[in-house]
Structure formats: C-alpha cells, structure tokens
C-alpha cells in the first residue's frame, strides 16, 4: 500500500482533460512537502514532468499542470494526445519516514 | 548534458552477490545526491536510498536498510548499488536517479535502468 494515493486508472478521448489525483496525509503533502510528478511510457525510463508542485522542467509541453492544496494535489493534462499515454506517478516526502521519499502507487492514463 | 549510464542487465542464481552501477556525466558529480528506485514487474516505483559522493553520506529507506548497500566512487563519478545475497524477490528494474534538493528534493534524471533477474 503506497503512502500517497492514486487512481489506477484515467482515461480520455484526444483532446479532452483529465486530471490525477495525489492523496496523502498530514505527515506527508499536509506537511508542506512538496509534490512532483513524473511520466513514465511504456518500456522506458521515468521522466520529470512536474516538480515543486506547479513547474515545468524545460521540455515539457504547458498541457501539463499541476497544482497542490491541502492534503493533495493533482496532475493536469489538456488536449489529450495519444502520446501522452503513460504511467504517471506523484512523488513527496514523509516525515513519519523521517523524511524519506515516497512515491504515489501510480495512474495509468489511457487515450481512448 | 546530464547523463546517468547504467549497467548491463543480469541474471543471477538466489545467494549470489551483485553490484551494479551509474555513471554520471555532465555536471559536478560530488555536488548532487543520487540515489536508487526499483519498480518490480508490473508494479510501482519504491525510493530506495540516496549517497552523497561529495562525503559519502548514505541514508536507506527503511524497507530497504541492511537489505543494500549504496556506495560511490567520486574518482570516477560513479554510484553502485550492491547485494551480499540475492532473493528471487529482488528481480526488478533498478533506476539511479540524481535528486535536485534546491528546495525538497525531486528526481530531475534518471539512469536507462538495470534489469536484474535472480531465478534458481
């Protein structure tokens, strides 16, 4: 069971937006940690998509966005292409781990 | 450019020993913490520990303490990842990633991966 939490599974048509959830808890991104994300495709490495929350590494194309509140935070993506089907996977840290990474279980995303 | 350049893929017998490596290339190699994720077949990514190679200061995940041991040569600019006694358990890809810590630390590139399979 991750720390933080995922759905396992988005899905959307070319074009349209979607959105992955992060849940995590007070010892985690409630404590002010900050999240990132990275994109994961099939059979290669991960890669970088989102870090402190809301920036985008060089490269990385505006559709993706994310933003944090509370004790979650949430990937964005807009005008969905087929190449954006991928693993997409939030990263923080815990302090009930004193402090080490923790990784969120990972959403795939489907372009229908 | 920031490369991270892995080793070859193994394959290994349960009790056997390994290390496998990352070399970094194109920035300040003792500046930065890097560190290793592994992600099991079919399954999600696991942080498991990080050095410094400036002073080899070394922290473990708690899932992964006394089951690894990370080290690094600066000399050569290169980190290892290594095993005293394989588990069938342990077959998964492995990743090293160099940690930006500017403010919490983010995983900014990662290695290729090393495929390590341990089967009787």
Known sequence: QSVLTQPPSVSGAPGQRVTISCTGSSSNIGAGYDVHWYQQLPGTAPKLLIYGNSNRPSGVPDRFSGSKSGTSASLAITGLQAEDEADYYCQSYDSSLSGYAVFGGGTQLTVL | ?120
């Open chain 2, 1 to 120: 450019e920031v490369q991270l350049v892995q080793s070859g893929a193994e394959v290994k017998k349960p009790g056997e020993s390994l290390k496998i490596s990352c070399k970094g290339s194109g920035y300040s190699f003792t500046s930065y913490w890097i560190g290793w994720v592994r992600q099991m077949p079919g399954k999600g990514l696991e942080w498991m520990g990080i050095i410094y190679p400036g002073d080899s200061d070394t922290r473990y995940s708690p899932s992964f303490q006394g089951q690894v041991t990370i080290s690094a040569d600066k000399s050569i600019s290169t980190a290892y990842l290594q095993w005293s006694s394989l588990k069938a358990s342990d077959t998964a890809m492995y990743y090293c990633v160099r940690h930006d810590c500017g403010g919490d630390c983010y995983f900014d590139y990662w290695g290729q991966g090393t495929l390590v399979t341990v089967s009787s």
